[in-house]
């Protein structure tokens, strides 16, 4: 796959003493006013396999699996990401984003050589499973996977490391404390950055006992462990951004017109694109950025699951069922600044960021680290009505909520600890299909009236939780990512309200402020929630018997079909002009009719 440049000029065309690709393409960002976002041109060859294979073997009341799967990694990429570079106007310098736009002084710049990969590897996975009727009522499933994880790697040597004053030997003029993997790697950083994880055995259990004669009431339940290793594009893509591959520079308060020459550094592009791989004597601009490394410890993300469920058969065809379930994530993957600015009371600006950085040689360092956790917890009732008399009929309704925590504050994971911002605290879904009894008539009249079933689909669900951010790096970090500050009361407005009056302001936005200076806000992750959904999906069918083994299918669907406005999130950005506005809605009422043969 990949993308095409949709940009009609580029920065330097707009005065800019920058280098940008061609074709050309624009990123900018104005709090308060207006962004400009293009894309460009990228070639994405993701040309992965996999092989599985299992082999059953029945002994007596057990029932043996053994198997296991190869996945063989393969991941090339030509990207011109962030080669164009990046502006925004925060207001950060002057207290509004398009006063700092029209004098052209910038808050934040970031420009890179590009993203280029050559990722391969595999991923290997065994297991063991015993499916045993111990009696009559009780089945017991027991089971074993293994998981090894072997780390992908760039096959060209895009590996970094970050190790506070290590000197890298494979490219000697680096700063201190950048170091590289790959086949010719640092001392302390492995091949692929993180050391091999041999370790990942998974057990599970699960049961299923029958707790009436009549065979209509029975216990389910399990346990286990479920190992996920890291999604496979995304996340190996930040190593490549790194000097001397396509290195990234970020600065702050820079001007428009030369963001390099007002900072006192060397414009090191074009001559620094990628793709690239040089040799030892290379050398560096600094301060640089490190957009990405990866912790040598790193562990994929584990998941300990376990669920209990009680179900009923009811008469002939209903079913009743309510589930329990629970999971704990460890190990989860989250991306760590590890070169935040220091606040100085009295004495931070936007200015002297680079200055008040612990590693003077870099700007940002991002590092993937595992050290985040999750919680769900949940509940889920069923009531199911299978196939008969042409009315089949599904509903569910499920409780639940997932807390995460984060590196959102670099000195604090537990600060960033909440609600997930995917948790829904309340869904339910009604599906049915009916197929209407054909008549006794024939001819004309019969191919009208017979051969028609209807279904229907409903979802309504809770909103999305809400987190309010600040808008500006009062905390001084050079990071961002800051909360706002909760000045107390009620933020919750009546859900009663004119419609015209929730879409201008769908919570109490005199309720917060932007964090104090110094401070990371005090307003807590996910405190509102978001609007909620109601859809309902409407399918009319018809057969028409043409032959004895042909048919012809007439369908009309509706999708949303009372046209209920489902809103999306209303923005929540103290500095943002739109600060507690919701502009954006999902579909409305969408109709498609067609023909369909059947043979």
Same mark, same amino acid.
């Given at each position: 796959?990949?993308? *095409?440049?949709?940009?009609?000029?580029?920065?330097?065309?707009?005065?800019?003493?920058?280098?940008?690709?061609?074709?050309?393409?624009?990123?900018?960002?104005?709090?308060? !006013?207006?962004?400009?976002?293009?894309?460009?041109?990228?070639?994405?060859?993701?040309?992965?396999?996999?092989?599985?294979?299992?082999?059953?073997?029945?002994?007596?009341? #057990?029932?043996?699996?053994?198997?296991?799967?190869?996945?063989?990694?393969?991941?090339?990429?030509?990207?011109?990401?962030?080669?164009?570079?990046?502006?925004?106007?925060? !207001?950060?310098?002057?207290? +509004?984003?398009?006063? +700092?736009?029209?004098? !052209?002084?910038?808050?934040?710049?970031?420009?890179? &050589?590009?993203?280029?990969?050559?990722?391969?590897?595999?991923?290997?996975?065994?297991?063991?499973?015993?499916?045993?009727?111990?009696?009559?009522?009780?089945?017991?499933?027991?089971?074993?996977?293994?998981?090894?994880?072997?780390?992908?790697?760039?096959?060209?040597?895009?590996?970094?490391?970050?190790?506070?004053?290590?000197?890298?030997?494979?490219?000697?003029?680096?700063?201190?404390?950048?170091?590289?993997?790959?086949?010719?790697? /640092?001392?302390?950083?492995?091949? %692929?950055?993180?050391?091999?994880? *041999?370790?990942?055995?998974?057990?599970?259990?699960?049961?299923?006992?029958?707790?009436?004669?009549?065979?209509?009431?029975?216990?389910? &339940? $399990?346990? %286990?462990?479920?190992?996920?290793?890291?999604?496979?594009?995304?996340?190996?893509?930040?190593?490549?951004?790194?000097?001397?591959?396509?290195?990234?520079?970020?600065?702050?308060?820079?001007?428009?017109?030369?963001?390099?020459?007002?900072?006192?550094?060397?414009?090191?592009?074009?001559?620094?694109?990628?793709?690239? =791989?040089?040799?030892?004597?290379?050398?560096?601009?600094?301060?640089?950025?490190?957009?990405?490394?990866?912790?040598?410890?790193?562990?994929?993300?584990?998941?300990?699951?376990?669920?209990?469920?009680?179900?009923?058969?009811?008469?002939?065809? *209903?079913?009743?069922?309510?589930?329990?379930?629970?999971?704990?994530?460890?190990?989860?993957?989250?991306?760590?600044?590890?070169?935040?600015?220091?606040?100085?009371?009295?004495?931070?600006?936007?200015?002297?960021?680079?200055?008040?950085?612990?590693?003077?040689?870099?700007?940002?360092?991002?590092?993937?680290?595992?050290?985040?956790?999750?919680? #769900?917890?949940?509940?889920?009732?069923?009531?199911?009505?299978?196939?008969? #008399?042409?009315?089949?009929?599904?509903?569910?309704?499920?409780?639940?909520?997932?807390?995460?925590?984060?590196?959102?504050?670099?000195?604090?994971?537990?600060?960033?600890?909440?609600?997930?911002?995917? +948790?829904?605290?309340?869904?339910?879904?009604?599906?049915?299909?009916?197929?209407?009894?054909?008549?006794?008539?024939?001819?004309?009249?019969?191919?009208?009236?017979?051969? *028609?079933?209807?279904?229907?689909?409903?979802?309504?669900?809770?909103?999305?939780?809400?987190?309010?951010?600040?808008? =500006?790096?009062?905390?001084?970090?050079?990071?961002?990512?800051?909360?706002?500050?909760?000045?107390?009361?009620?933020?919750?407005?009546?859900? $009663?309200?004119?419609?015209? /009056?929730?879409?201008?302001?769908?919570?109490?936005?005199?309720?917060?402020?932007?964090?104090?200076?110094?401070?990371?806000?005090?307003?807590?992750?996910?405190?509102?929630?978001?609007?909620?959904?109601?859809?309902?999906?409407?399918?009319?069918?018809?057969?028409?018997?043409?032959?004895?083994?042909?048919?012809?299918?007439?369908?009309?669907?509706?999708?949303?079909?009372?046209? #209920?406005?489902?809103?999306?999130?209303?923005?929540?950005?103290?500095?943002?002009?739109?600060?507690?506005?919701?502009?954006?809605?999902?579909?409305?009422?969408?109709?498609?009719?067609?023909?369909?043969?059947?043979?």
């Amino acid at each position: 796959g990949g993308s *095409w440049a949709t940009a009609p000029w580029g920065w330097p065309d707009a005065g800019s003493k920058i280098a940008a690709p061609s074709p050309p393409e624009l990123s900018m960002s104005i709090t308060g !006013g207006f962004s400009i976002s293009t894309n460009h041109d990228g070639q994405f060859d993701r040309s992965s396999w996999t092989v599985r294979e299992v082999v059953t073997k029945i002994a007596g009341p #057990h029932e043996l699996r053994f198997g296991g799967d190869v996945f063989r990694v393969y991941n090339h990429t030509v990207n011109v990401y962030q080669q164009a570079g990046s502006f925004t106007f925060s !207001g950060q310098l002057s207290g +509004d984003g398009m006063a +700092d736009f029209i004098v !052209g002084r910038a808050s934040g710049f970031n420009q890179g &050589g590009g993203e280029f990969k050559y990722l391969k590897g595999t991923q290997w996975a065994f297991f063991v499973q015993d499916d045993w009727r111990v009696g009559q009522r009780l089945t017991v499933n027991l089971g074993v996977r293994w998981d090894p994880y072997l780390p992908y790697y760039d096959r060209e040597g895009r590996v970094i490391c970050f190790q506070p004053g290590v000197q890298s030997t494979r490219y000697p003029k680096a700063p201190a404390g950048l170091t590289y993997g790959g086949a010719n790697h /640092d001392s302390g950083c492995p091949v %692929g950055g993180a050391e091999n994880t *041999w370790s990942n055995i998974a057990p599970r259990i699960g049961f299923a006992y029958r707790v009436t004669r009549d065979a209509k009431t029975s216990l389910r &339940g $399990g346990t %286990g462990y479920f190992y996920t290793p890291p999604p496979l594009f995304g996340f190996f893509n930040q190593f490549t951004n790194t000097a001397p591959f396509a290195p990234t520079f970020s600065f702050n308060d820079v001007a428009f017109e030369d963001p390099f020459g007002s900072v006192g550094v060397r414009n090191p592009f074009p001559q620094e694109y990628g793709p690239r =791989v040089p040799g030892p004597e290379v050398a560096f601009t600094v301060p640089t950025r490190i957009q990405g490394s990866i912790d040598r410890e790193y562990r994929i993300m584990q998941y300990g699951s376990w669920n209990l469920m009680i179900e009923r058969q009811v008469r002939a065809s *209903w079913l009743l069922r309510a589930t329990y379930q629970g999971n704990k994530g460890t190990f989860l993957s989250g991306g760590r600044e590890m070169n935040p600015a220091v606040y100085v009371p009295g004495a931070s600006t936007v200015g002297n960021t680079q200055a008040r950085r612990p590693f003077r040689n870099f700007s940002q360092v991002s590092k993937t680290e595992s050290g985040l956790n999750s919680h #769900h917890h949940g509940l889920l009732l069923n009531i199911e009505k299978r196939f008969g #008399h042409g009315l089949t009929v599904l509903a569910n309704h499920s409780w639940q909520k997932t807390i995460m925590d984060s590196y959102t504050n670099p000195f604090s994971r537990r600060w960033g600890r909440g609600i997930s911002q995917d +948790d829904i605290a309340h869904t339910f879904k009604f599906s049915n299909v009916y197929q209407a009894p054909d008549t006794k008539l024939r001819g004309i009249a019969g191919h009208v009236v017979n051969g *028609w079933s209807l279904n229907s689909i409903l979802v309504w669900r809770g909103g999305f939780p809400l987190t309010i951010a600040s808008g =500006v790096d009062n905390a001084f970090t050079g990071t961002g990512s800051q909360r706002a500050d909760y000045l107390g009361g009620n933020a919750r407005l009546a859900s $009663g309200r004119p419609r015209q /009056d929730q879409l201008r302001q769908w919570f109490d936005t005199s309720r917060f402020t932007v964090n104090a200076i110094g401070t990371f806000g005090n307003s807590g992750s996910g405190i509102l929630r978001g609007p909620k959904s109601f859809n309902t999906n409407l399918g009319v069918l018809k057969n028409f018997r043409v032959t004895e083994q042909t048919k012809l299918q007439f369908r009309a669907e509706f999708f949303n079909v009372l046209n #209920h406005p489902n809103f999306f999130e209303p923005n929540t950005t103290v500095t943002s002009a739109q600060f507690g506005r919701i502009s954006s809605a999902d579909s409305p009422r969408i109709m498609q009719f067609g023909l369909k043969v059947l043979f």
